[in-house]
């Protein structure tokens, strides 16, 4: 038996002091602490934040030697049980890791809990006892002996288990709802007094019942209950999935608002659907990476990289369906969808690095490139989110217009196939081929592990949906990506590759000053600075120099294109039309 014991008291240090009880240790007993989080394909060292540790075996210090950056080996006696003590600095206020200030704490296990190796598969228990007065506890960790505010000990099977079921703890808004019988909770921390959680629940409620139904019909999804833990903050976005609950964290002004009038059925907010939208993606997970999910995350390695080049389809395939659920929901309509949608398209064609770099190398490279953007990202780099959503669609609409299966069709066979489990490539192609009845080989080939571009204005037009391309903006005739607010003025980010903006001589971390000696403050200006030349200098500062640059514009046809808008034909034909429900529909 392992045992955890956290004191979350010491709020104002931002330390968790957690105290590890093995029964039975060996002699040479190794303890380390993972140094990944899986569902976030970085290495992020979380041993960094480890310090004090001692232990001890019938009231004596034992020796302990550090091995590496995460390891440790105590010499014990091998008979009596083993005690270590040690801290956790906890400030992190991301999905990933651990938080503990005076109003709120949080921690995902991978961030707390050294593995007594050779124990992993016993079961593993934890004491949350020492917390502030009014605290209450959420997880979904079995509890074993707990109070109404959730205070009290916890058990997993194993330690994957352990580390799988992330906790929050305060002074939380919480609410619950069924879906398919099953019981899901809410747990909302940080949101403003004008928080409408009703509705958070109703809506949520939809997506939740939807999935379900996609994956199993009317019969019970694979979890006995299901948690959101969701943090409201300033600025932020993002989730993390687990087996039985889901990490969020999104701005509170995104969150639903009571006074948004009588009618709850109001359109909601761009905000509201970009969560609505993290609701989806991370709920879609439960099936799609934490049940069904790569071959090579059978057991995971905590100490190193778990490489995968399947991140298209866990990633990519789970971001085509979370905005598709809002629709399929009923939570926005059609237009509102087809306007994600065109966001995604213009957003993977304003990337040159996806003419670089497959989807299939982005996932296997996710370690050293996704999780580490930098100014070349976008030249290098294609996103295995966004990219592998419209390989999604590429796929549902081929096998929709060839009149034999759906993408719907193919999950679902994989997950029949594999029991919810384990799959690789080739299952990933088979399932296709049975559900589209001709190989898709050619298909992989060149969308999965090719760099052309997809089919997809043809694929769209086959459902009826007609694609215009908007006025490219100054940014987007230059090729950069800039920063720009009326204090700051504008600074490049990001210089694409072959843009007009790499000719000139630009820089990422170039401040554009002044354009024929007008300052400017806003990049859309230069248009009408330049007043229909098309070159003019232009001063920017770099590394305390103040350089001049010619700057050529190139005309609006010349440069990249603009934001991409998708539309239902007003006129289409009936089959193309049929083809269209079918497919918003599933
Ligand atoms: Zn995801």
Not at 40 to 57: D, G, I, K, M, T
Not at 224 to 237: D, K, P, Q, S
Request: hydrophobic share 45%.
């Amino acid at each position: 038996m392992i045992t955890y014991r956290i004191d979350a008291t010491d709020v104002r240090a931002h330390l968790y002091r957690v105290t590890l009880t093995v029964a039975a240790p060996a002699t040479e007993q190794r303890l380390s602490l993972p140094v990944w989080i899986p569902g976030s394909y970085l290495v992020r060292e979380f041993a960094r934040h480890l310090s004090s540790l001692v232990a001890r075996q019938g009231g004596h210090a034992v020796p302990v030697r550090q091995l590496d950056k995460a390891t440790w080996l105590v010499s014990t006696d091998g008979r009596s049980e083993l005690t270590i003590g040690y801290d956790v600095y906890a400030f992190d206020t991301s999905v990933r890791a651990a938080f503990l200030d005076a109003d709120r704490g949080f921690f995902n296990g991978t961030s707390l809990f050294l593995k007594a190796e050779g124990a992993e598969s016993e079961p593993h228990r934890v004491a949350l006892q020492a917390l502030p007065d009014d605290w209450q506890v959420a997880t979904t960790l079995r509890a074993l002996d707990v109070d109404n505010a959730g205070r009290g000990l916890y058990e997993a099977s194993d330690y994957d288990e352990l580390v799988d079921h992330p906790v929050e703890l305060g002074r939380f808004w919480r609410g619950a709802f069924t879906a398919a019988g099953v019981p899901h909770e809410f747990v909302v921390a940080g949101a403003w007094p004008d928080f409408d959680g009703e509705r958070l629940l109703a809506d949520s409620a939809r997506i939740c019942a939807a999935q379900i139904a996609f994956w199993h019909g009317a019969a019970k999804p694979p979890f006995e209950r299901y948690l959101f833990l969701l943090n409201a903050v300033e600025e932020g976005h993002g989730g993390l999935e687990h087996r039985a609950s889901t990490a969020l964290i999104a701005p509170r002004r995104d969150l639903p608002r009571k006074d948004d009038g009588a009618d709850k059925q109001a359109e909601p907010s761009d905000g509201y659907v970009n969560l609505l939208g993290l609701i989806s993606h991370e709920y879609f997970h439960a099936w799609n990476v934490k049940r069904l999910m790569p071959r090579e995350f059978e057991r995971y390695d905590y100490a190193r990289e778990n490489y995968t080049s399947l991140l298209w389809f866990f990633e990519g395939f789970t971001s085509y369906y979370d905005d598709l659920f809002l629709l399929r929901s009923g939570l926005i309509d059609e237009a509102r969808y087809l306007k994600l949608l065109a966001r995604t398209l213009t957003n993977v064609l304003a990337t040159p690095g996806r003419l670089l770099q497959s989807v299939a190398q982005a996932s296997f490279d996710a370690w050293v490139k996704y999780y580490r953007h930098d100014e070349n990202t976008p030249n290098a780099t294609i996103s295995y989110y966004a990219k592998g959503a419209l390989v999604g669609l590429a796929f549902d609409l081929t096998l929709r217009a060839g009149g034999r299966g759906s993408l719907d069709d193919v999950l679902r066979r994989l997950w029949t196939q594999s029991r919810g489990g384990l799959i690789d490539e080739a299952d990933i192609a088979r399932a296709f081929e049975a559900s589209g009845g001709r190989s898709f080989a050619d298909e992989l080939a060149a969308w999965v592990h090719g760099t052309g571009e997809l089919p997809l204005r043809q694929l769209l037009e086959g459902v009826a949906v007609e694609w215009q391309s908007g006025p490219a903006s100054v940014a987007q005739r230059l090729g950069v990506r800039v920063a720009e607010s009326a204090l700051t003025g504008v600074k490049v980010t990001h210089v694409l590759r072959g843009s007009a903006a790499e000719r000139a001589g630009l820089a990422a971390g170039d401040e554009m000053l002044a354009l024929r000696g007008w300052r400017l403050r806003r990049l859309d200006d230069a248009v009408r600075l330049l007043g229909g030349d098309a070159e003019a200098p232009l001063l920017i500062a770099r590394d305390q120099r103040v350089l001049t640059l010619p700057l050529a514009l190139p005309s609006a046809a010349q440069g990249a294109a603009g934001a991409i808008a998708l539309k239902a034909a007003a006129k289409p034909a009936a089959d193309a039309h049929a083809r269209y429900k079918a497919w918003l529909a599933g």
